[in-house]
Structure formats: C-alpha cells, structure tokens
C-alpha cells in the first residue's frame, strides 16, 4: 500500500473515533453536562454502552439502529456524525500531504508539518460540533470556543516557528483581531443580527486563516456571507423562512473558512489574474 493512501487512511480512521467523541460533546455541552462521566448510556432506558457496541458506524449497523437493551431506536445522525468526521480527517489529512516534507527532510520539518496537521484536524473536529450545536441550539458554547484560541494559538505558534517561518504568526494576530473586530462591530451596528458566540468564533477563524495567508483569510471571510446569504435567499424562496426568521450563522462561518483554507489561495490568485495583477 502506497504510503500516501496508508496515512489518509489512518487519518479517516481517527477521524471516525474523533467523530464518536464528538457525538458525546455535541449532546452533552449544551445541555451542561460532563463529558467525561458517566459513560455514555441509552437515554431512555439508562441502560450502558458496551464498548463492543460503541465502534463507530459499524455497531450501529451491527444492532439494527437500535439499543440492544430496550430497542429503542437510536438516530441515524450518530453513524453520520462518525462517518462525517472520518472522512473530514480523510480529506484534511490528503490536503495536507500536499506540502509535507521530503522524507529526507530534517526532523524538526516532519515535527512542524504533523503538528500543523494535528491543529488543522482540531479545527475540523471543533467545525463538525460547533456547526451542529449551532444547527440545535442556535448557540456557540464558551466551553468549546474558548480553549480552541489557546490549543490553536499553541499548536500554530510551535508550527511556524519550528518551520522557520515566524511571519505566519503575524498573519495569524492580524487574522484574529480582524475577524473579531469585524464582527463585533457587525454585532454592534445591528443588535441581533449578529451573537457573540458569532464573534467570539470568528477569532479563531482567523487565526487559522490569516496563519495560511492573505488570500485564504479575504476568501474565508467573505465566503461566510456570500454562502450564509445564499442560504438564506433559498430559504425565503421555498418559504421555509421569514426576513425576521433566525438564521444561525455559524455553520456558515465555518463552511466559510474552510472555503478560505482548501480553496482560499487558488481562488484569490486566479481572481488577481483575471484583473492582470498576477
């Protein structure tokens, strides 16, 4: 097996145990609960989950989709939440192998290129949940948002600087501060319109994408909008929405930024071309 399909694969296969963790956290932080104890149990009939009957996707399968005490139904959702994640991580890990080292490579590059793929895998595992918690609760919880600036900034800081390339953390402060103040001031002008948890995500956006580069953070940040606008037309015109209807924005944000981080750069250089400034 070619060393390439290998390392996407095991990145799928983490992602799919990532994804199992995931169903946890978007579950039980919004509803202010640990996610750490108890173990995860059926919620009607309390009954336990047996680790033989917690692989991801396949012991859902294996039971008929339902709780092996009480048969209670369990939702599709939680198979593809895993199967979600473990192809996320499949497509992260493959993107990445793009720009990794040569194998002859001193060891310090391999250090910063598996931990530049360890926060961008973080980032894709915080989306998924933030983005469905979003989808139920129309919330972005402090307790995911808040360690995501100090696992990125650590994870992207040691990267940059073990690669040798400082500057990125220059483009990360910029990408932070104005992602945040742009949306905090769009909170501001229009109360309502835009939350907090809104802002307080669009920092960690940009560190991310003002770390990759310029055209990565115009493209993601204005992705968010022009894909949330999109939506929401749609909406209005099946009549599935109102103008005054709430509209949660963060899915957007974060299909945005990821528009910025895989697509970001093709799109902004091939934008500069057409106008004859590239």
Known sequence: ????????????????????????????????????????????????????????????LVLGGKCRDCSAPISPRYPLVELATGVSFAAVTWWMLSTAPAATANGTAIVAWAITLAAFLYLCAISIALALIDLDTHTLPNRIIYPAYLVSAVLLTVAALLAGEP??????????????????????????????????????????????????????????????????????????????????????????????????????LGYLRLYGFA
């Open 167 to 268: 500057a990125r953390l220059f483009g990360a402060l910029v990408g932070g501060a104005g992602l945040f103040a742009l949306y905090l001031a769009l909170a501001l002008i229009r109360p309502g319109g835009m939350g907090l948890g809104d802002v307080k995500l669009a920092g960690v956006l940009g560190l991310y994408l003002g770390w990759l580069g310029w055209g990565e953070l115009a493209i993601g940040a204005f992705a968010a909008f022009l894909l949330g606008g999109l939506f929401g037309v749609v909406l209005l015109a099946v009549r599935r929405a109102g103008r005054k209807s709430s509209i949660p924005f963060g899915p957007w944000m974060l299909a945005g930024a990821w528009t910025g981080v895989l697509f970001g750069n093709i799109i902004a």
């Open 1 to 60: 097996m070619p060393v390439i399909t290998f390392v996407v694969i095991a990145g799928g296969l983490f992602g799919l145990l990532i994804g199992s963790f995931l169903n946890v956290v978007i579950y039980r932080i919004p509803a202010g609960l640990s996610i750490s104890t108890p173990p995860s149990a059926c919620t009607r009939c309390g009954g336990r989950i047996r680790p033989w009957d917690n692989v991801p996707v396949l012991s859902w």
